[in-house]
């Protein structure tokens, strides 16, 4: 761990270009990186908090099969809506990349051919699985079957994602492509080899013994697993057209494997950067004293705490991560979140709905941040931390101290008179917070920090309960003037305090105070006067609006839609009967008729007594609709009627024949019946 880090590097993730950004990338990934970031540069450090769009790989391969357009099609559109959301969120980069510029392929290819020519790859030819209707090698993610340790039948090529078990394609029990639907056969190729297994006892070294204490658990436990399990050479080249082609003779058709070009990305991003800005990158990432921290989520430990280490170490003039911050997921209404099913709140989506609130949802994702466990994000959570911590408190301290400051000195910081023990106390105890908030921070524990940032806004709330400023003001107007210097004290640190979790508050706060320059981390700790006696503020303005009902159950019918669409999707439909002759159909008299009368059978729930006139009579038809439609919203509805079937007494009424129904997407009821209203009653179906 390093003591006193000159540089910053910050990697946060490279999203996948096959789909807009979620709530769970942002709470995995997203936001965490960027309280990290934000608050490095308060304190004044040496920053670089890269990323870049990934967008290579089989998935891309298979949007654009699926969707009729190209690769280069689908990374261009998702690349767009990706960086754009970002940026309107406020999710601070340096720089935003693409693994298909022309810096990256250079630099992945460079990398590549530095460890071949000096031997650090193992070169095999291997039988991997080939559709023959397709005529090519397939990828991982191009074959599914049974997963040998659990039993899915829906397992990928690379990993069951019921069980979690990291797979070759080879291992899958009946293997089946997804481009034809056919069986693959075995077919030999050349590839090139990382051998994990040479770098056992370096991985074991330098994260089981040197980072024993400080890594997160979950993320220590996962690496000691994989370790345990035992590390086997891993293919860094793939049979695929779409890729940075592999580097040397004879590898024609080949190209780079998506993990191995993505984490190089954060290296040509940097590079990018470094070019933009007139800087030397490299010691960003080949200085000791230069503290790398990647940000993931915890799907991707093994590449960034196994398999990457081991391609730096191989390279041996990169430095390695000091932290892996990985969190667990986030769960959305309590079903995980799923794009192929638009199970998600997607960012790009949020921002439109929710215009000008981008702090709101930083804020949510922060307070339920899954850091130790799985969490659950509800529509219903996020209102409530909305209206009851960020308006109720934040917000209404800062408009307290705000309209007060204008009403009683015209927006003039009054100068403060004697100090009591209660203001000397609450100035000291705000004083500790920036520690308290660091220490939270520099663990990777945002969930903590943020709470308490907000502690100081409740530190503000009780003291001006507490004091009354409002009932004094008549009788001892002096000592409200040091009570509202105290008060703005307060919301001038919290202008500072809260920017790395709620920037765009931060700086509306900042505007509202009418701080020119921004107050530093470091001077709120200090003995020293955050915003002077004589300064001029500026009026009111809320911070946080009240969240309503129909904004929340707008999202919450939105889900509801895709729900419905994903059971009607993947609804089995019947399978055919048997053959029927003519003769068996003929036997069926089917008549259009019209229900005249309907009532409940007593004691029955499910069951309502019809009349219906047939055209050849009024009889009596009982039938099993109750739960679905009530007895008045049915009188008059033409139906079909199974007219021969053989009577049949149900609780004591003889029911003389059958109404046909069908059942719509969502399992409800529907009457079979003709579309023509001049179809008369008795009319044969034929």
Known sequence: MIQEPKRYTITAALPYTNGPIHIGHLAGVYVPADIYARFLRLQGKDVAFICGSDEHGVAISMKAKKEGITPQQVIDKYN????????????????????SSSIHHQTASDFFKKLYNE????????????????????????????????????AYGDQCEKCGTSLNATDLINPKSTITGSKPVLKSTKHWFLPLDQYDSFLREWILEGHKNDWKPNVYGQVKSWLEDGLKPRAVTRDLDWGIPVPVEGAEGKVLYVWFDAPIGYISSTKEWAQRKGKDWEPYWKSDDTKLVHFIGKDNIVFHC?????????????????????NEFLNLEGNKLSTSKNWAVWLHEYLEDFPGKQDVLRYALTSNAPETKDNDFTWKDFQARNNNELVAIFGNFINRVVVLTNKYYEGVIPQPYEFS??????????????????????????????????NVARLGNKYLADEEPWKLIKENPERVKTQMYVALQIAAALSTLAEPFLPFTADKLKSILKLEAPIQWSTISEDKVLIPAGHTIGQAELLFAKIEDEEVQKQLDRLEASKKANAAATKVVEPQKETATYDDFAKLDLRVGTIVEAEKMPKA????????????DVRTIVSGIAEHFKPEDIIGKRVTVLANLAPRALRGVESQGMILMTEDQDGKLVFVNPDDQNVKNGATIN
Request: proline share 4%; hydrophobic share 40%; glycine share 6%.
């Open 421 to 454: 023990d209660v203001d000397i106390a609450t100035l000291t105890e705000l004083r500790a917070y920036p520690s308290v908030i660091e220490s939270s921070i520099e663990r990777y524990r945002f969930r903590e920090a943020l709470s308490e940032m907000m």
């Open 306 to 326: 196994v398999i990457f280490p081991a391609m730096l170490k191989a390279e041996g003039s990169y430095i390695l991560p000091d932290n892996v911050p990985a």
């Open 80 to 99: 767009g809506i990706i960086k754009q959301s970002f940026e309107d969120f406020g999710i601070s980069l340096d720089n935003y990349s693409r693994t």
């Open 119 to 154: 031997g650090k790859f193992i070169e095999e030819v291997t039988e991997q699985l080939y559709d023959e209707k397709a005529d090519q090698f397939l990828a991982d993610r191009f074959v599914t079957g049974t997963c040998p340790k659990c039993g899915n039948e829906e």
């Open 605 to 616: 729930n499910k069951l309502l007594v019809l009349k219906v006139d047939t055209g050849i």
